[in-house]
């Protein structure tokens, strides 16, 4: 059982920068993938940014020059350093990770909220 707990959600003006964290119950170094997701209300969980136990990340366009995704295996964290946001942004943000042994899990944190206003 893995436990996410994020922090550093808020309120931010376009253009503006945000660094989400995301602290992991166990060592980050048994975890596979961690990463973010976004959903807003009525909307598909979508995958934000993601990063293998090799350091490999993976964005999709949407994001892709505007957000960074790191992990820090000795905190135990993952973080998602967000700039040059828009209100497209704004939406509530999801921790995940991912254990692949001995069967695929994958693990949820609470959610914070991002809102991208003037």
């Known amino acids: 059982q893995v436990q996410l707990v994020e922090s550093g959600g808020g309120l931010v003006q376009p253009g503006g920068s945000l660094r989400l964290s995301c602290a992991a119950s166990?060592?980050?170094?048994?975890?596979?993938?961690m990463g973010w997701f976004r959903q807003a209300p009525g909307k598909e969980r979508e995958l934000v940014a993601s990063?293998?136990?090799?350091?490999?990340?993976n964005y999709p366009d949407t994001v892709k020059g505007r957000f960074t995704i790191s992990r820090d295996d000795i905190k135990n964290t993952v973080y998602l350093q967000m700039n040059s946001l828009k209100p497209d942004d704004t939406d509530v943000y999801y921790c995940?990770?991912?254990?692949?042994?001995?069967?695929?899990?994958?693990?949820w944190g609470q959610g914070t909220q991002v809102t991208v206003s003037s």
């Open positions: 990063i293998g136990k090799d350091g490999t990340t």
């Open positions: 166990k060592s980050s170094f048994s975890i596979d993938f």
């Open positions: 995940w990770a991912r254990t692949a042994w001995p069967l695929i899990r994958d693990f």
